[in-house]
Each structure stands twice: as structure tokens, then as C-alpha cells.
């Protein structure tokens, strides 16, 4: 059976991205399970049911390709600011928090996810890890990967295993915290928020990371 084409959405966006706004929104504030097609077809403003099977085919296929945007667009920034560092030379550890936290910090992208991409991380990395980690690891990741090499490279006098624990932790902590600050922007807290405003989210934000992995280790 041959689908018509949905209605187009307002807002000048395509029907297309208004569907992924609005999934990903729905993904964020209720988890993966608790969100069916229809909902996001109404939370859309379409008219036909059908709306997310003709653009994206199964519920999975959504999923992967709102992971992957997000992971492509953070990348992006990430490889970029990694090689204008690499390319001044002396790359301190600083340096590599910045690539790391900034291009999670001011993600934006046509379909909304500078408003909701951490709290759907979170959703996918506790309902559908696997997946998430398959969907966006490998090519989508690189500049990540480039970010631990150096990490490991300046902090080198630490042992390996402890290394790649506070790299645990300072990723949890920042996705927490960028997940928070979503939260936060939707019930109000504006540029001028003590916590949350830019820059001292931003800031603050870049020093947490970089405390987490500068700080003395001990044990007992």
C-alpha cells in the first residue's frame, strides 16, 4: 500500500525534522518505552498516523538516526577544535577539556537537540545501551577518541586504570550536568541564571571536568 505524504509542519521546518523535535522532546521527558509513534505524531502536529513509519520506517530506525545526528553534529566540533589546538602546538590539558566539554555544551542543531539531546542520551544509555554505544561509537566518535589519547598522553603520570576511571566519571558527571542544564532552560532559567546562565555554565562546567581528572588520588 502506497503512503500519501504527511502534511507539512509549521514553524518553516519540514515534516521530517518536526517529527525528530518532537520524538526526541518525548524520548527525553518519558524514556524510550513509554513513548508510542502516535504520541510523537501528535506532539508533531501531523494528521497521519503513519507519519513516522513513511519517514523513518521502524521505531529502532528513529532512535538511530537521532543518536546518530546528535554524535555527528558534537564530532564535528570536536574534531575541529582538536586540530586548531594540535596545530598551535603545546597541547595542554585544558586544551582537550575544552574539545571535550564544548561541543556538548553548545550543541545545536535544526531539529532542537541543543534542548534535549542529553536527556535522550540518558534515556538510550538506560533502556538501550547496546544500541546506543553501537550507534554512536566508530566513525561518530572520533574526535572522542582523539580527546582520551591525549588525555592519557598528558596525564601520564597517573596510572592507566585510574585515568580511564576519572574519564568515567567526568563523562557521567558532564552529561548529568548538561542533561540538568536542559531541564533547567525548560523551566525558565535564562543567560542571567546563577548556575546556568552562559558563560558560567560553561565555565564551571570546564573547570568540574578538569578537577575531576586533575585531582589528588587517594586511597583509604
Known amino acids: 500500500m502506497n503512503l500519501a505524504r504527511p502534511q507539512s509542519a509549521g514553524r518553516g521546518g519540514t515534516t521530517r525534522n518536526e517529527l525528530k523535535r518532537a520524538a526526541r522532546r518525548l ?51 570536536r ?75 598528558l596525564l601520564a603520570d597517573l596510572p592507566h586504570a585510574l585515568v580511564n576511571q576519572r574519564l568515567l566519571f567526568a563523562g557521567l558527571s558532564l552529561r548529568t550536568l548538561l542533561a540538568g542544564r536542559e531541564t533547567a532552560r525548560d523551566a525558565g532559567a535564562g543567560a542571567d541564571h546563577p548556575y546556568w546562565g552562559e558563560p558560567v555554565a560553561l565555565a564551571g562546567m570546564i573547570d568540574a571536568v578538569e578537577a575531576i581528572l586533575l585531582g589528588p588520588a587517594k586511597r583509604g
Not at 56 to 76: M, P
Not at 83 to 99: K, P
Open 27 to 77: 524520548f527525553a521527558e518519558r524514556g524510550i518505552a513509554a513513548v508510542g509513534m502516535r504520541e510523537i505524531v501528535e506532539a508533531a502536529g501531523q494528521r497521519n498516523a503513519a507519519a513516522v513509519h513513511y519517514y523513518f520506517g521502524s521505531k529502532d530506525d528513529l532512535l538511530r538516526e537521532l543518536v546518530v545526528e546528535g554524535a555527528d553534529l558534537i564530532d564535528t566540533t
Open 79 to 153: 574534531m575541529r577544535m582538536i586540530d586548531e589546538a594540535e596545530a598551535q602546538g603545546d597541547l595542554t590539558l585544558r586544551d582537550v577539556v575544552r574539545a571535550l566539554v564544548i561541543p556538548n555544551a553548545e550543541l545545536a542543531g535544526e531539529t532542537g537537540e541543543g534542548e534535549t539531546y542529553f536527556r535522550f542520551m540518558t534515556s538510550m544509555q538506560t533502556e538501550r545501551r547496546q544500541m546506543f554505544d553501537q550507534w554512536a561509537g566508530g566513525e561518530h566518535s572520533a574526535g572522542y577518541v582523539r580527546c582520551l589519547a591525549h588525555f592519557h598522553r
